[in-house]
Structures are given as C-alpha cells and as structure tokens.
C-alpha cells in the first residue's frame, strides 16, 4: 500500500513537471525556479528519472541560465549560500555545472559545504572528479573522511580502477579513507592491502584494529581469527574470540574452552562471550557444550561452561533424566554466586510442575549457602511458598532505589541564601521606618511595602528582558536550523556514513503502562543507522514481562563489558528477528545507573538518553544528527525538543493527532514547556552557553561520556548520585573540554521533537519540580568551581550566575513577592503605579515570551491547531495568575528539601498514551518530507 502510494505521488509529480517543461510559461523569476528546483530534487529522492527527462531539464535550466546564477553563489561568503548552490547544482547536469562543482572543490575550506559538494558530484555521477574529491582530503578531520568514503560508493568501479594508485600512499587521510571504503565496499580487491595494513608494525593502533575487523567480518578466507586470541593488542584478542563465536562448530568451541583453560581471567571472559555467541546462532554446539560439562562436572571447562550455559536455563529446569540433575545442580549454583537470578525466579513462580519444582529445591538447597549476590533476590521476589521450601524468609520489596547516597553539597550557602530570602522583607521595612522616623510607623510600613513591590516589579522585568534577548537570539537560530535542514536531501542524510550511527538507551521502572508503544515508536524511527537498548531497572511491576511478551525476547548473553561501574546485570534479552532490539534487566539503581549500563551496552558512536514513557517523532533523529553536518568542530552533546503528549492520540507507536491537553495543570505545563525550549534553550545555544538538555531527549557523544566515568552515580568515580544527571553530564562534559582545550559544541535543535506524558495533578507535578530544585542545587554545588570562572567562557561567566540568580534564589524572590503583592492588595496599602508595573511586567513575562515561543514552534512546522494556539494563549494568562506562583511554591520545598538532605527520586505515575480513535491511523509512508530515498537501507 505504502509502494501504492509512492508510485502515484511520483507519477503526479512527474507529469506536473511535464507540464511546466511544456508550457510556454516555463518559471523564470527566482521564486519559481527555485520552486521548480525544489520539485526536481524532491522527485529525485523516490525515483530515477529517465535520461530524456533529465536531458530536457538540463536544456531548460541552461536556457534560464539556471546554472550560472547557482555557479555564482558557489563563491559566496556564507557557507549556507554555497551548500545550497551546490545541493541544486548536483541534480542540474550541465556542462558547465560539473566543471564549476569539481573547481570550487579544490578552492573550499569549510568541511560542510565540502560535503555538499562531494555529494553533489557523486549525484552527477562525475568520475573524473574522484582525484580532485581524494585530494580535498588533506587536512580533514576523521568523521569527514567518513563522511566521504560514503558518497564516493557511487564511483566503486572508478575507485577500484584508481586503487593501485592509492595503496602505495601512507598519508593519514588516504589510509583512513581505503580502510573505510575497503569496510563499506568489502570487494576482493581490498583484502591483501588490508592484511599488509594489519602485519605493519607502523600503523597506528585504530587503523590495525579497523582492519582486523574488516578482515575477519568481509573477507573471512584471509584471516583466521583463532590465531589471534592472544595477541598483543587485548583488544584484537576480544574481537578474535567474537569473531571465532560468529563461526560455529565443535571444532572452534573446543579452541575457544582450550585458551580459557591455559589463560588468563580476561581469556576466560573473552571465550564466554564467544562461546555465548556460538550457542546463540548453533543448537547443535549448544548441545555439544552440555555433553561436555555432563561428561566432566568438576573439569577445568565447567567455570566458563556454566557461565555460556546459564543463559539457557530454562532447558536445564525443564529436563527430567538423571543425567542432568547434577548439571541442572551446578549451572543454578553457579546462577546464583553470579546474581543471574531473574529467570530462575521467573521460572519458579510460573511453575506448575511439582516434580519439576521439587528437583529445582534441592538444586538450590546445595549451593544457597555460599550465595551472597542472589539471596537477597531470591527472598524479595520468589513465591513465599518456594521460599518455606528452602528454609529462607521472605525481605520487603524495597520502596526506594537502591544506590543513593547523600550529594555533599554545602548547606551552609543554602541557608545563608534561605536566611537572606525570608529577611529581604522584613528588613526593608525595618530600615524604611528607621529612616523615616519622623513619620508613623504605617505609613513607614507603607512606603517599604511599596518599595519593595517595585524592586520585586524590576526583577520581573529583569527577567523579561533577558527572555526577549533569549527570544529574539531564538528566532534568528531557528530560521538558521530550518533552511540548513531544508537543504539536506533524503539521498545525503541516508547515505552510508554521512550519519552516526546512534545507541537510543531507554531506561524503565515500572513503566509497564506505556512502554509497549514507547518502544514501538523507536523502533519505526526514520534513520539509517540505530540500536534500541531498554534498560530495566529493577521494576516492581510487569515491565519486564510485557516486553519479552510483545517482543518474543529469549534470554542471551552478549558481548556485555562493563566499562563504566553499575548495580549487577541480571539478564539481556533478544530477538533475533528485531536485530534493533536489546532489553538489559538490572538490579535497580536508578536513572544514571540505567543509562550507565546502556552506555556499557551500547555499539554506537553517539548515545540517545529517552525517557521509557516518551515517543519520538520520525524524524526527530535525522532533524537533530543532520545539523552535525554544519559544524566544523564535534558536536559532544546534543537535544531537542519535549512537547507535552497528553492531549495526543497514539496509533502502533507513534503520534497520529497533535493537540494541546484539556486539562488544565497539563496545558500550563505546555506553554511553559514551549517557552523553556523554543525561546530559552534555543537562545542559550545560540550564546553557546546551553547548560541543560533534557534527559527525556538528549544525544551525547560516547567517546566523552566513557572519558568523565559516565553519569553521576555513587558506584562510579565520583561516587555519588544526583537527581539532575541530564544537566550534570552536560555541566561536566564542558568542564572537561574547557580543561583538556578540545573543540567542541553543545548545540540544541529546535527541529526534533519528542513527546511525553507530564504530570496530570498536583502530586505528581510537585514530586517533580522539588526534584528539579534539588538536582539543580547538587550541580550548582557540585561544580562551583565553574561559577564566575573565565577559563570556563560564558559557562562560568554568564550561564552559572544567571542560574544563580534567577533559578536558585529566583524561586524564593518570587513566591516572598507575591504573597507580599497579595497581602498589600487585600490591605489596599500598595500604590496604583506600582500596582500597573507588577501587573504589566508579569502579564508581559507571560503574553510576550509565549507569542514568540508558539510562534517560533509554528515556524518550524510544529504547528498546533488554530483552536490550540488560542488555548495556549488564554493558558499564558491563567498561568501567571497562580500557577507560576504554584511551581515557585514546589521548589522551594525543593530547597528545603536539599536543606533536609532528601536525595529521593519520587514516585511518577503515569496513565499511558492515548489511543487514536477509529479510523485514524499512522500514514509510516512519509513523515515531514524525508522519508528513506530509494536504494537507501541501514548501515
């Protein structure tokens, strides 16, 4: 059906474009060409025109003089100008537009218009080119030759032809690029360089490894990886046991037992892992393994047999001959010495067998006594009867994650701050009637009261004219979003390489209620590259369950490293038919413990932090990695948008009616979620002083987060915890770069959306911002070396102190205020002038910012409903007269709360997504115009 459609999408273009090369009013002003360019390339991505439609174009164009004027903008000063010219000049094949493209190659400098060209060239099919576009490299950062290697696939029999030449070479740019090519292209023509390249002593540790993989996954006839599994390098050595599991048979298992028995402990983790993977893709090595251990119960092979063989349990439970009770025996104990209980128990409680029930008691009766890791599993959550069995009693489940420890953060400032908030008040009056004492003291009262209200009125404006700024720097950036993200075609962004292959880590506690479509809608994310990795944080309710069911996910162990420290790993779970998918069960530990984990599992470059009960848009991933390709410098760390989900409708994952919630607390909450994002974030990038991306919608470079020991737990370096990890990481990550003296952006995209269920009532939204407050205070504490410090740029000069002002002491300024403004408007002591400033100020806080902030989203093509806009508006007033003051209310209990010392996640409920209504479905076929080109496929 979806093909249906594409064909006659494309036919209806194709014959409109007929149309108009038929008429004799063919576009000549510059909005229509551009029009008829945008058209010709959008038919481009979904279909091959023929060679006489592209020959009467190229006629057209050359006749308007098309490609002149598009030459000319090849030497503009904006890099945007040129990448645009040359995004339209690779679909205009002319004579004198593959001449202009390959020249302004060799002349440019800036990375991304390079891109454009490159691929503009590639779209031109231009092979004479290949030596200009190899030469461009020198000097090129890794992630460009990447980049490259991936376009240059559409010249594969030029660059095969131009190879011999190229091998001799030992230039860095040149090595990179063979390698990558000979990785993406895996001919036979590729392999002998390869295997030169890894015999070298002289190259470097990355390329060798680089090709090892490439040799070992491509062309397997020319090395073999069991001669490997010591080598000098551990890394290869590693990768020599996987690739060996990827080979299954008896004869490479014995290979495999044979270096765990005579090596070292890493040998051994290494041949588990390679093990794990033979039995994964063999039933008949499994069995073989299980004769093994049978036949020698207590030999040197049985540590690391029960190990692979454990994550099979359920075969050993099952079984009745006597041949397996001593096996079934051992692999239990050695389940329950490792902390892998979760399947056992789930097993057990399932159980209706009591025969089968009996001989699993006894199996567990000879080896609890030595157990320390799994006991307390076991008593918390096996059936109270099993538990009777065994002789053991039963724990509480526990009410609280596991793992926090109290953020030592200074109360001192806290309370001397909280002293200074309470006293603002009662300390002006009290020098007011000081001063005048020649007057009563009610009118003295008066006059502070009033003055007072006007400071209060002045640091209202203050804070609106820093959110105009914010707005207007806004604007201008998201205009800059859009046409760079307009410009990138569906054939570039999905091309091999040009992209990052990105980790989604999802971690869940008790998020059975919408998890199920949470997943889903990762899943149906419209990118060429990604794994999906849900974390399941020790839930109490049936998470797990629910996604092994939906999903059909059997228990596997895989190539898990645990690189960063975390709670015990108790179980990962596939299916080999949805390769995207991995569910890690854990022991609970909270969020960054979760996403520490995640990270530790994951195989991407860059890591995309998403709350489990969150749905993203499409193309949200594309609309925020694309804009990579406008920075010159790395970008470490990335966000997008959270938009409000309550009032949308869910149809198989994804979002099928974008409205503004009814009820009132969720629609405060979303005009206030548009301005934090569309004016504040947005401007803040734009400073390059972004402080916070949402942990519900955030990418990070891997490579940088495993270099700071991950997110802030107390089982890692640092060795405490937060509630604020998603602002902490970022804090840190800059603090890190600023001291290391690395290049590098922290960006935010107003492109991408995710959307998410926010607090319904007044509990759970409490809950909520009290943990905000608290978060904020740990990493204000945590890293108040960086506040006021110029080594740290904007960050410390402008970013920390505006945090410190207007989000730490801003709360109790506000609600000390308001209840002042509420107690002198009740009295009738406050004057009608200062009366007009405090209501103007904050009815334009209010009215003024959320315009800009709907209107920005509009812009983007976010758009609401005309109804919903309305609504937003009329919710910016209701707001600021009582919500406002609510929220404030909230995190100053959050301060106090710090003050107390209370590090408490909170419980957050949710009520899942709404399901769309009869009728509506999800079109998958496109989604904002960049749907998979054609040929496109995943890398």
Known sequence: MRASRERKANSRLTAAMEGTLASQDAPRGEKDIIAFLDAWVSLNQSVRPSTEERERVSALLTRLRTDVRLIRELSARDPYRRSRAARYLGYVATERSERAVALALRQETDESAMLFLVHALANLEESAALPDIIDSLYGRSTPFIMRVAGLLLGFQSSFIALFPELEARREREIVELLVEYSRLAHTKSFYPYLLALFREEATGEGIRRKAFDCLVEYYPFALNPADHLKNDDPEIARRACLALGERPGTANARILLSLARNGTEADRVNTAAGLAGMIARSPRVFLYLVSVLRDDINGPDSPVLCDVLSGRIDYFLLKNDTGHVSVTGRIVKNALLRGRVSDLISFLNKNRDLMVEDRLVRALRSGITEVTLGLGELRTYLNPRILQKLGLSQLPVPNARVGQKKNAAARAPLVALLTAALGAFPVTVLVFILATAERSVTRSFRIATNAFL?????????????????????????????????????????????????????????????????????????????????????????????????????????????????????????????????????????KADSLNVGINAASGEYVLAIDSDSVLERDALLALTSAFLDSNEPVVATGGNIMPANGCSMDRGQLVEKRTPKSPIPAFQTIEYLRAFMTGRLGWSRLGTLMIISGAFGVFRKEEVLAINGYLTSREKYETDTVGEDMELVIRIERSMREAGRPHRITYNCMANCWTEVPSNFAVLRRQRERWQRGLLEILSFHRKMIGNPKYGTYGLVGFPYFLVFEVAGPWLELVGFIVFAVSLATGTIDASVLRFIVGVNLGHGLMLSALAILINERNGHVFPLIDRLGLMIAALGEQAGFRQLVSLFRVSGYIGMIRGITEWGTMTRRGFRKASKGKTHDNAKANGLDRPRGAHRG
């Open 454 to 590: 006007s400071a209060f009125g002045w640091y209202t404006l203050a804070t609106l004219v820093i959110g105009l700024t914010l707005a207007g720097l806004a604007w201008f950036e998201s205009s800059r979003q859009r046409g760079r993200y307009v410009i990138k075609d569906a054939s570039l962004l999905f091309s091999r390489n040009v992209l990052p292959p990105i980790t989604i880590i999802a971690p869940a506690y008790n998020e059975a209620v919408g998890i199920v479509e949470s997943v889903e809608s990762l899943l149906n994310v419209n990118y060429p590259d990604f794994e999906i990795v849900v974390v399941n944080d020790g839930s109490r309710d049936a998470t797990l369950a629910v996604l092994i069911d939906r999903f059909r996910l059997e228990r596997t162990d895989g190539d898990y490293r645990e690189t960063l420290r975390t709670q015990p790993v108790r179980g990962i779970y596939k299916n080999p038919k949805i390769r995207e998918l991995t569910v890690i069960d854990k022991v609970n530990g909270g």
